[in-house]
T-cell receptor, first 113, second 114 residues
Framework: NAGVTQTPKFQVLKTGQSMTLQCAQDMNHEYMSWYRQDPGMGLRLIHYSVGAGITDQGEVPNGYNVSRSTTEDFPLRLLSAAPSQTSVYFC????????????FGSGTRLTVV | GQQLNQSPQSMFIQEGEDVSMNCTSSSIFNTWLWYKQDPGEGPVLLIALYKAGELTSNGRLTAQFGITRKDSFLNISASIPSDVGIYFCAGLAREETSGSRLTFGEGTQLTVNP
């Protein structure tokens, strides 16, 4: 069982560069989300999607874009990377937005220099 | 937005000791979840709580959904070295217009000395 697959695992960007973090799940989950994890701050929601074609902003959406063209994929795009976006990024999915818990990917560690 | 206050931030214990950690909020949640994160990995669900007052166990782990629906507790009995990691609480509230969102606590870093 692949579960939630994130690529790449590590990435170094220069300030101003753009890139896409990939997330794919093979569990036919409707709900997908992106979090960033910073020391002492837990996990903060960036964007989420309740189904293909539907996305919404989370707690910290600025500087990020998402799209959901298929049930399986939910890429996160950094438009113009900034050092403040240095973080560990997690993608998560679940059958429903509530009550069943999320399955997380193993994360992408991003450094912006 | 909703916030969860998780404590303690870190714990250093001896193998065999019991551990307690908790989360509190000023907001009401309909579901409380507890996750564990091993180094270099994503969080993994340990326990889910769906009703106020509910007490649920998973092996050596026991968690409770507070009566006020604003807090939750996690206890680990007889700790072992593989319990090392970051433990997160998470609360789920239902929002009418935009669906439900999971809010995470700041995490408790647990270190177990053999």
């Amino acid at each position: 069982n692949a579960g939630v697959t994130q690529t790449p695992k590590f990435q170094v960007l220069k300030t101003g560069q753009s890139m896409t973090l990939q997330c794919a799940q093979d569990m036919n989950h409707e709900y997908m989300s992106w979090y960033r994890q910073d020391p002492g701050m837990g996990l903060r929601l960036i964007h989420y999607s309740v189904g293909a074609g539907i996305t919404d902003q989370g707690e910290v959406p600025n500087g990020y874009n998402v799209s959901r063209s298929t049930t399986e994929d939910f890429p996160l795009r950094l438009l113009s990377a900034a050092p403040s976006q240095t973080s560990v990024y997690f993608c998560a999915s679940s059958y429903y937005p509530s009550g069943y818990g999320y399955t997380f990917g193993s994360g992408t560690r991003l450094t912006v220099v | 937005g909703q916030q969860l206050n998780q404590s303690p931030q870190s714990m250093f214990i001896q193998e065999g000791e019991d551990v307690s950690m908790n989360c509190t909020s000023s907001s009401i949640f309909n579901t409380w979840l507890w996750y564990k994160q091993d180094p270099g990995e994503g969080p993994v669900l340990l326990i889910a709580l769906y009703k106020a007052g509910e007490l649920t166990s998973n092996g050596r782990l026991t968690a409770q959904f507070g009566i006020t629906r604003k807090d939750s507790f996690l206890n680990i009995s007889a700790s072992i070295p593989s319990d090392v990691g970051i433990y997160f609480c998470a609360g789920l509230a239902r929002e009418e217009t935009s669906g439900s969102r999971l809010t995470f606590g700041e995490g408790t870093q647990l270190t177990v000395n053999p």
